[in-house]
């Protein structure tokens, strides 16, 4: 039996398909242990200190991505230049503030209502990316974003049992909005730096920034009374969570133009938040929250699957933007794409 051109293009293809589903199922694994490790902390160890916790998380990153960096002939950063760095200072700060309202808000809300209010984000920018015509916008998505808003708002004022600025929900709405403003900022920062590029140095200024902002707010001081500061357990989490959110932020940059990335990173969310149930003590929910956050994971996987599937609303055909770096001796991404993937 002969091998020919088409057994080996199916081969490749195969082994394409392969990959990309061994990569989805790695980012799935790290969002899980993000997730779980973070509020493990958070909230089972009653670690309230987001200037530690997160400089501790974005250290980590940035040691971790310096390192990879160094140990490769083939891949490194481009370098921050001044105009460069007054480009991508917004996405920094937003960047900074996203992770710390994040923590303080997971640590008193449930991983199902946190993850499903925080769909919004992604709701959010693809409005405001078609806004105010929605040209070229997928009906089917613009309903779903709908929904996600909705369905997002009505479990903040469901659950909601105390004066807004008191509540974690503040915290809540001020991560949604700082990763909204990083996101739609990232449209129009200086295109030389990759995603990786801007990853590096987002925990650059985020360490930068939260470490004496530790020492302002005496979090610093505190944290030396905390009873778990020297247990196996602190530690394990600590780490785990170092490992996890640096290399779930990769992966979610690797996996970003896979087909079914999309709906994949929907399930994770959806099977994070169902397994939440049985980890935490704190996921009981009322039944009209309940149900609400799961017509939220539900319209969150719509959106995902099914633009590509549906007749899309009129729009003027434009060539693409050409984007390009003006140096030539341009940064590269920590991970990039196989001869297969290309």
């Known amino acids: 039996m002969g091998h020919g051109p088409g057994a080996t293009g199916g081969a490749a293809a195969m082994l394409q398909t392969g990959r990309q589903y061994l990569d989805l199922a790695v980012f799935f694994v790290f969002f899980c242990g993000s997730v779980y490790s973070n509020k493990y902390v958070l909230t089972s160890l009653h670690f309230t200190y987001p200037t530690i916790f997160q400089g501790w998380q974005t250290l980590f990153g940035l040691v971790f991505i310096k390192l990879v960096t160094l140990c490769s002939k083939q891949e490194r950063l481009y370098g921050l230049d001044k105009p460069g760095f007054l480009s991508l200072l917004p996405n920094f700060l937003f960047f900074t503030g996203s992770v710390v309202a994040g923590s303080k808000a997971l640590a008193d809300i449930s991983v199902p209502i946190f993850l499903a209010v925080q769909n919004v984000t992604a709701a959010l920018v693809y409005i405001l990316d078609h806004a105010p015509r929605f040209k070229g916008a997928s009906a089917v998505s613009l309903l779903g974003s709908a929904f996600l808003v909705i369905t997002a708002a009505l479990i903040v004022l469901l659950d909601l049992d105390m004066t807004f600025k ?177």
């Open 166 to 342: 008191d509540s974690p929900y503040f915290w809540l709405m001020t991560h949604i909005v700082c990763s909204s403003v990083q996101t739609l900022h990232g449209r129009v920062a200086d295109a030389r730096y990759s995603d990786i590029d801007r990853l590096y140095y987002s925990y650059l200024v985020s360490v930068i920034v939260l470490a004496p902002s530790s020492l302002y707010l005496e979090e610093a001081f505190l944290v030396l009374d905390f009873p778990y500061k020297s247990q196996a357990d602190f530690l394990a989490g600590c780490l785990v969570s170092g490992i996890s959110a640096v290399l779930l932020a990769i992966f979610s940059i690797h996996v970003q133009e896979v087909r079914c990335a999309a709906s994949v990173h929907g399930a994770a969310r959806s099977l994070a938040a169902l397994g939440s149930v049985f980890l935490f003590s704190d996921t009981k929910m009322a039944p009209a929250v309940a149900i609400l956050v799961v017509i939220n994971m539900c319209a969150s996987l719509l959106v995902a699957w099914l633009p590509r599937q549906t007749l899309q609303l009129p729009t003027e055909k434009r060539p693409p933007p050409a984007i390009s770096r003006d140096d030539a001796e341009q940064g590269k991404p920590l991970i990039e794409a196989s001869d297969d993937e290309k």
